[in-house]
């Protein structure tokens, strides 16, 4: 480790937040932001201040394929493991880094986003801005809630929600890339349940066309059990890994045909997303540990 994020991005925090037009509160009014360019810059160069020689993306020819469905005007995910809140970053970024469609690719990524990270701290809502966003109230918060006392609360996440799904229908269709994190949060090993995918997600498989798991392994960025601002930084390889485009209902379908009547469905398509995400990465592991011996 070499830091935290407030330590060693002490003046990029001071430049993000000076140029940020991220908003702080979430209403149905602004659930869909587009991305600021100059919040980008700096979040690459933070980025690229600690990846080390041997990073990149493997399977570019799948992300190009995935765009080519988009721009046909297929509706199309990309599922991606969640370890940081570099890892958006690290998508973008690496597909640029490819070359040949990696500017259109990363243009057309729409990252589907809890409120926290716009409300929670103004810092974190200012380097969240650099990506284009379609904001959601997370349906385990509302859960919480008691339905009396937060009654006020769960109106405006429900409303919050509704705006989301209408936005997200109206911006599906355009030659978008939707970016989906499965499991719902950011992987703390002290936490073991963070890795398990949230039973939401059928409900994006079941109404997207194609979509491609993504791996990412190597960490520059390490959770903690405090503010996210005090997330430990660290210099390591990071390889980001795109399967093959797939079919979306053939996908689900195959799953629910090997899913008894007495099980969730909905969380048998989140189990087998994280089954797939899984493999992947231990595959992509032992070929990036090939890369740190060298």
């Given at each position: 480790m070499i830091g935290t994020l407030t330590t060693v991005f002490g003046d990029q925090i001071k430049r993000v937040i000076k140029v940020s037009k991220a908003p702080t509160v979430i209403s149905e009014d602004n659930?869909?932001?587009?991305?600021?360019?100059?919040?980008?810059?700096?979040?690459?160069?933070?980025v690229n201040h600690l990846i080390l020689p041997g990073s990149g993306l493997d399977g570019m020819n799948h992300l190009e394929e995935l765009m080519e469905k988009a721009e046909s005007g297929k509706s199309c995910l990309l599922l991606v493991e969640h370890y940081s809140n570099?890892?958006?970053?690290?998508?973008?970024?690496?597909?640029?880094?490819?070359?040949?469609?990696?500017?259109?690719?990363?243009?057309?990524?729409?990252?589907?986003?809890g409120m926290k990270l716009n409300e929670h701290n103004p810092v974190v809502a200012a380097f969240t801005g650099a990506y284009t966003k379609l904001v959601i109230y997370p349906s385990r918060s509302l859960l919480e809630m008691d339905p009396e006392k937060d009654k006020a609360e769960i109106a405006r996440g429900n409303a919050i929600n509704r705006?989301?799904?209408?936005?997200?229908?109206?911006h599906k269709y355009k030659g978008k890339l939707v970016l989906v994190f499965?499991?719902?949060?950011?992987?703390?090993?002290?936490?073991?349940?963070?890795?398990?995918?949230v039973r939401e997600i059928d409900s994006y498989i079941r109404s997207f066309d194609y979509m491609c798991f993504v791996a990412i392994n190597g960490e520059?960025?390490?959770?903690?059990?405090?503010?996210?601002?005090?997330?430990?930084?660290?210099?390591?390889?990071?390889?980001v890994t795109v399967g093959p485009?797939?079919?979306?209902?053939?996908?689900?379908?195959?799953?629910?045909?090997?899913?008894?009547?007495?099980?969730?469905?909905?969380?048998?398509v989140a189990d087998e997303i994280m089954k797939e995400l899984e493999k992947m990465h231990t595959s992509a592991e032992a070929e990036r540990k090939k890369l740190l011996e060298k």
């Open positions: 659930v869909y932001q587009e991305g600021d360019p100059n919040v980008l810059s700096i979040l690459d160069e933070m570099l890892d958006l970053s690290i998508v973008s970024l690496f597909a640029r880094m490819a070359g040949g469609r990696g500017q259109a690719i990363s243009d057309a990524l729409v990252a589907i986003a705006a989301a799904m209408k936005s997200l229908i109206r499965p499991s719902g949060t950011r992987y703390r090993s002290w936490e073991p349940d963070t890795k398990k995918g520059i960025l390490h959770v903690q059990q405090t503010d996210m601002m005090n997330d430990a930084v660290s210099h390591d390889v990071v390889r485009v797939r079919d979306c209902n053939e996908f689900r379908d195959k799953v629910l045909a090997e899913t008894s009547n007495d099980e969730d469905k909905k969380q048998a």
